[in-house]
């Protein structure tokens, strides 16, 4: 192996860095008309009368759609595969408005200006209704959030919105009523009853939001995106425009983040709507506060939760219960509700009885969908914290309660084959799994034993640290399709196309390498062309960390393929049989016979058996292999102010081979600083009014650079069999371990247990005085 | 970008400026960390906008033990803490508090005037500008006159600058040798307003030990505590009598809870902190 396992930088990283114009807003023709939309003010509202006669007469005002001028069709704005999992229960405007943040009106302008003045004109008469702010109280409330009789689901989700439930679930294996009925009773077991909560974290990519939309000379309309789904934006704005499919193209260019919140379409249905109208090019670019007021966030949740165990530490059963806020919209309900069990409960296959039950309701809220970790994170505070509890009840070390437990190797867990990512999973024995290793190893780099044993105080301020483990997946199992083309040129390089979408990931890079090692050459020898609707094959798109693991088998595969029909093409100019062909990455030789790969590829365009050689592939996931990662977190608690540092961030993960170990290491670094955002800083707060306070960055903080810990990532050695070159995924499972971690460690530290994140100072500080007086 | 249209002047000279400043919906700006901000949120929206950083006398430092330190009010943040030694040497505090506002980038612009003009209740270099007696010299085209610091504020964001007026210079007095603490909670390290800041200064620590309190976010203007000065004042600093100063600075504030932080984590800080940093500096010992 030369191109992978090897830190090549990123393809677009001098362009990026040296700042040239990549982005969608930088792309975008200078004519574009600019679009504004008109923000609901209230949480739930019906529009009694929308007058835009004023706003119509504002120079330079090209058009002004209300909901009376777009089709009433439902959509699920998600960004899934098809049928999605997620109720189609939006419109592109509506009678209604539903969170504060709703479109209300579209306007299109010569500029920005004119815009803005618009949106100042239309004059709005609300009926005001009877906002559910409170998600513990949005079930079988008297105001119903989707009365509308359109509104559906493509299949059973457990959708209910009489009752404002957008999507429910459950499973059991075993007994577990029977289970926590004879644990109660018995002197040699153990049982732990817990709630926890988790908030609605924002994504704060760098890019905002941003589409534009044009017609080319074939009167069909391109829409470029700052998307992770390509695919998905076609296949959606097709049938909510009623535009055909070959109607349209979806390009997406470099993206400045997307973590999950560009999965969904934001403005591309705008856009695209306002450019088949006017004929003319539009573009969206969403502002810092309608990214936080009006895209997606995670889904808060509330959990309870049930451990019981021996006293030997033996874990016996799982119950879990969620109650999951999806906002005003259902995209995500189902999905990320399953993924807090599905991804989590795996972690202790050998439990007598595994409960996992939820429901996701609707709530006048900002919307709620994918965000990296995905249902993961949430589920793992909850399961890893808990664990931390259970080891605090039992006197048992954390981290011996898990090596109890954990899943090992070639061992599988009841849940793969009946928890999927909206339906039924697969079956699945883990075929790589260096848990317990990791395990072991992040014992020994963070000094646990040694610092565990004695407690450190230095004046108000007191350490400790705190263990947790985590396991994700790597891409939806016979779901996600990815393609690979690859097409070689006559001076022996290659194009590659890939629907993939890298997201500022690396992809790209990661994928051209994978290519190049298959084939024999250097990564330098690929130019990878991505994510353009016309010109590259399918991908479901960038999420459920599926790129390196699903995209990178289907390239793995078309190189396989265009290698044969290489080595076909060289035997046949020398007169050989393939098989006698051998291949250094630049000359085919035969015996004493020899042809350089330019010469071949020259010959084969212009001279002798004339061809292009192109290969394709295609790949679906039969299984969804997880890594899996172990994590130290010491942090240091001051005692007067309840502030939390965290010193130093230790995990060893298991991810198979890293194809390219500097950028996986970038995706853990990055992913530990969103997770400890969550943990600890992201607070999000709304008025009495169901308005977001926290709507911009000096409301809404994300850690600073200047709040990074020592952070340690290792990788062990794994080889995942049905990844490409061993290869798992990485993209989320570093933002899982954080929030429990650092719970635990603040536990250990001063004996407080947070269970509702973000974990603030004033948390800490009243749970340390046991109160503060209002 | 700034989504309504204005126009955008640089005077070079103070008479010019107040000329421009005279039209309807001017407004003069330094950094423009706090009004570009506000304008691209469409707080405010200003017809006018007079940048004023290209007037010389208004980048004047001087310092004497006599005059004071005067620093003209176009002066950067990090020019003033970088280039001019004597704010670290003689208003340690002063130094401590700039030094926490936003980040290094954020100093490249932000001046010590309109942190002062924003009048904002968090502004962090308000409170050890408070306890050292700074005075506001502000100028308009009708003359100059000079306002206490402690009587600049009138409420968020609302001060005693009639229209036309404008700060020219920010004069600190030259008491005697000082130490203390700018103690900042904020919810992360940099770029963030102060969750609550506390200034304490003691000014002659080793003869007459005057200890000065101010704090900024927890009312609605920056605030000196002068009953919990007046309090400590010749006493010994034993535990029972820092404990009752640092409830009178409690009693000082009137907090209230925004996105920053609550009314009640405020208010038991503004208690916290002067015990924490009078034992930071040595002068006692005990838990805050
Ligand atoms: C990222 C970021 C982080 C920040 N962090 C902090 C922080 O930690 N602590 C903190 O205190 N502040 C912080 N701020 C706010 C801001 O940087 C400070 O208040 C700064 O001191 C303002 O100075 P300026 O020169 O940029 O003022 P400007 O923005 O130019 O002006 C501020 C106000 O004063 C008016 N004004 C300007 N000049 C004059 C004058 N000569 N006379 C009268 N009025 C005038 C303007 O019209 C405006 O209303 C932050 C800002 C940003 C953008």
Redesign the interface.
């Known amino acids: 192996m030369d191109q992978v396992k090897k830190s090549i930088i990123k393809k677009d990283a001098f362009a990026l860095i040296s700042g040239m114009p990549v982005y969608t807003d930088d792309l975008a023709p200078k004519d574009a008309l600019v679009i504004k939309i008109l923000r609901s003010p209230h949480p739930f509202a019906r529009i009694k009368n929308i007058d835009v006669s004023e706003a119509l007469k504002v120079k330079g005002v090209e058009l002004v759609l209300t909901h009376k001028d777009v089709p009433r069709k439902p959509i699920t704005r998600a960004g899934q595969g098809y049928p999605e999992p997620s109720p189609y229960d939006k419109f592109i405007l509506d009678e209604y408005v539903r969170y504060v943040g709703d479109e209300v009106a579209i306007v299109a302008a010569e500029d920005?200006?004119a815009a803005?003045e618009a949106l100042k004109k239309i004059k709005v008469d609300y009926e005001i209704l009877e906002p559910v702010l409170d998600f513990e109280e949005a079930e079988c409330n008297t105001s119903i959030i989707h009365p509308e009789k359109e509104a559906f689901s493509q299949f059973d989700i457990g959708y209910m919105p009489e009752k404002n439930i957008a999507a429910s679930y459950s499973m059991e294996v075993g007994d577990v009523d029977k289970l926590i009925e004879e644990c109660e009773k018995d002197p040699d077991c153990v049982l732990i009853k817990r709630r926890y909560y988790t908030q609605a974290q924002a994504h704060v990519m760098l890019e905002p939001h941003a589409s534009f939309a044009y017609i080319d000379l074939h009167g069909r309309l391109v829409i470029v995106s700052s998307t992770q789904t390509p695919f998905h934006v076609r296949r959606q704005v097709s049938m909510v425009l009623d535009i055909p499919i070959k109607s349209i193209r979806v390009i997406k260019p470099r993206i400045g983040g997307g973590f999950g919140g560009k999965q969904a379409l934001h403005g591309e249905l705008i856009t695209a709507l306002v450019t088949w109208k006017t004929k003319k090019p539009s573009k969206l670019v969403y502002t810092r506060?309608e990214v936080f007021e009006a895209t997606y966030t995670r889904h808060p949740m509330r959990f309870d939760i049930t451990l019981g165990a021996k006293k030997d530490g033996t874990l016996k059963l799982i119950d879990v219960e969620v109650l999951s806020d999806t906002g005003a919209y259902g995209e995500h309900a189902l999905t990320t509700l399953m993924v807090a069990g599905s991804k989590t409960l795996p972690l202790y296959n050998k439990v007598e009885g595994v409960r996992f039950r939820g429901k996701v309701v609707y709530t006048n809220k900002v919307p709620a969908g994918a965000y990296r970790g995905y249902g993961a994170i949430q589920g793992n505070f909850v399961l890893e914290s808990a664990m931390d509890e259970l080891a605090q009840e039992l006197g048992i070390d954390p981290v011996d309660l898990r090596l109890k437990n954990v899943i090992r190797e070639g061992e599988t867990s009841p849940i793969f084959k009946i928890m999927g990512e909206g339906r039924e999973g697969v079956e699945m024995i883990v075929r790589s799994c260096k848990l317990e290793e990791a395990i072991k190893r992040v014992v020994e780099l963070s000094g646990w034993k040694e610092k565990r044993s004695k407690s450190e105080r230095n004046g108000?301020k007191v350490r400790g640290l705190g263990f947790a483990i985590a396991m994700q997946g790597s891409g939806i199992a016979n779901i996600d399709m990815a393609s690979a083309i690859l097409k070689l040129n006559d001076d022996g390089s290659f194009n590659l196309l890939v629907g993939a979408t890298d997201l500022g990931t690396g992809s790209d890079t990661i994928l051209a390498q994978i290519a190049a090692e298959e084939l024999g050459v250097s990564t330098d020898d690929i130019i990878v062309y991505s994510s353009d609707t016309d010109l590259t094959p399918f991908d479901t798109g960038a999420y459920a960390s599926s790129t390196t693991y699903v995209s990178g088998n289907a390239v793995r595969l078309a190189a396989k393929k265009m290698l044969k029909l290489i080595k076909e093409e060289a035997a046949k100019m020398l007169n050989v049989s393939p098989d006698e062909i051998t291949w250094d990455g630049k000359v085919l030789r035969a015996g004493d016979k020899e042809i350089s790969l330019k010469d071949l590829a020259t010959k084969l365009y212009y001279t002798e058996n004339q061809k292009q050689l192109v290969a394709d592939a295609s790949f679906v996931g039969p299984e969804s292999p997880p890594p899996y990662a172990a994590t130290i977190a010491e942090v240091e608690v001051d005692t007067?102010?309840?502030?939390v540092d965290v010193l130093k961030y230790y995990t060893v993960l298991d991810i198979g081979t890293p194809i390219n170990p500097n950028l996986a290491k970038v995706q853990v670094e990055g992913a530990t600083m969103q997770g400890l955002g969550m943990t600890l800083?992201e607070?999000v707060?709304y008025s009495g009014t169901g308005r977001l306070?926290?709507n911009?960055l000096?409301?809404?903080?994300?850690?600073?650079?200047?709040?990074v810990p020592e952070i340690h990532v290792e990788f062990l050695e794994s080889y995942e069999p049905t990844g490409p070159f061993g290869a798992k995924s990485v993209a989320e499972i570093g933002i899982d371990t954080p929030p429990a971690a650092v719970a635990n460690a603040i536990y250990s530290a001063v004996g407080v247990r947070i269970r509702e994140l973000p974990i603030?100072?004033?948390k800490v500080?009243?749970a340390l005085?046991g109160g503060?007086?209002? | 970008?700034i989504?309504?249209?204005f126009s955008y002047h640089k005077p070079s000279s103070l008479s010019e400026a107040f000329e421009i400043l005279s039209e309807d919906g001017a407004v003069p700006m330094l950094g423009g960390t706090d009004l570009v901000?506000k304008m691209r949120?469409k707080r405010v929206t200003p017809k006018v906008v007079v940048d004023l950083k290209f007037i010389d006398e208004l980048h004047n430092v001087s310092f004497s033990e006599d005059e004071g330190l005067v620093i003209g009010a176009a002066v950067t943040m990090n020019e003033l803490i970088e280039d001019f030694a004597v704010v670290k040497e003689r208003f340690p505090v002063f130094y401590q508090a700039i030094k926490k506002v936003g980040?290094y980038q954020t100093r490249n612009r932000a001046t010590v005037a309109g942190n002062i003009a924003n009048s904002s209740p968090a502004a962090d270099s308000v409170p050890p500008l408070l306890t050292y007696n700074a005075k506001v010299k502000v100028v308009s085209a009708d003359g100059e006159r000079l306002v206490e610091l402690k009587d600049f504020f009138t409420g968020p964001g609302r001060n005693v600058l009639k229209p036309g007026e404008i700060i020219h210079s920010i004069i600190v007095p030259y008491e005697s040798p000082s130490i203390g603490m700018y103690y900042k909670?904020s919810?992360?390290?940099?770029?963030?307003?102060s969750t609550i800041g506390v200034a304490l200064t003691i000014i002659d620590p080793d003869g007459k030990r005057d200890i000065r309190v101010a704090l900024a976010s927890v009312a609605p203007t920056p605030v000196r505590a002068f009953k919990a000065e007046d309090y400590i004042r010749d006493k010994e600093l034993s535990a029972s009598s820092v404990e009752r100063f640092a409830e009178l600075v409690q009693e000082s504030t009137s907090p209230i809870t925004?996105?920053?932080?609550?009314?009640?984590?405020r208010?038991?800080?503004a208690k916290?902190?002067p015990k924490?940093i009078l034992r930071e500096l040595g002068l006692f010992e005990g838990?805050?």
Not at chain 1, 640 to 643: A, D, N, P, Q
Not at chain 1, 699 to 707: E, G, M, N, T, V
Not at chain 2, 187 to 193: E, W
């Open positions: 920005e200006f803005e506060r108000s007067e102010t309840g502030k800083y607070d707060k306070l926290t911009n000096m409301y809404y903080k994300i850690p600073s650079r200047l709040d603030t100072p004033e500080f009243s005085k503060m007086k209002s | 970008m989504p309504f249209r901000v949120a980040a909670i919810r992360i390290k940099a770029v963030d307003l925004d996105a920053r932080g609550s009314k009640e984590y208010w038991e800080m916290v902190l924490r838990v805050a």
